[in-house]
Nanobody, 116 residues
Framework: QVQLVESGGALVQAGGSLRLSCAASGRTLNIRRMAWYRQAPGKQRELVTAITRDGTTNYADSVKGRFTISRDSAKNTVYLQMDSLKPDDTGVYYC??????????WGQGTQVTVSS
């Protein structure tokens, strides 16, 4: 199994920045991909960005140029740097991982609120 713990959510003004962290533990050598999803009130959870084991990244169109996913392999931690935040970025941000053998796992989520 893999355990994920997110941190870094906060209340921030529009135009501001935040950095979220997701620390993985457990069978981390089995991780194939790590991703960030978000869920706004009354909306479905959506993929924000992901990074594969070989470093390939992809981003939702709504965050391209503003958000950056990165990782520290030594710490088994993935980061989400969010710049130029907008009120539409408000939601609960979840860390997710896919593994080769054990399926997917979710973190508990961290709240990001962007005020206008």
């Amino acid at each position: 199994q893999v355990q994920l713990v997110e941190s870094g959510g906060a209340l921030v003004q529009a135009g501001g920045s935040l950095r979220l962290s997701c620390a993985a533990s457990g069978r981390t050598l089995n991780i194939r991909r790590m991703a960030w999803y978000r869920q706004a009130p009354g909306k479905q959870r959506e993929l924000v960005t992901a990074i594969t084991r070989d470093g390939t990244t992809n981003y939702a169109d709504s965050v391209k140029g503003r958000f950056t996913i990165s990782r520290d392999s030594a710490k088994n931690t993935v980061y989400l740097q969010m710049d130029s935040l907008k009120p539409d970025d408000t939601g609960v941000y979840y860390c997710n991982t896919d593994t080769y053998l054990y399926g997917g796992y979710w973190g508990q989520g961290t709240q990001v609120t962007v005020s206008s």
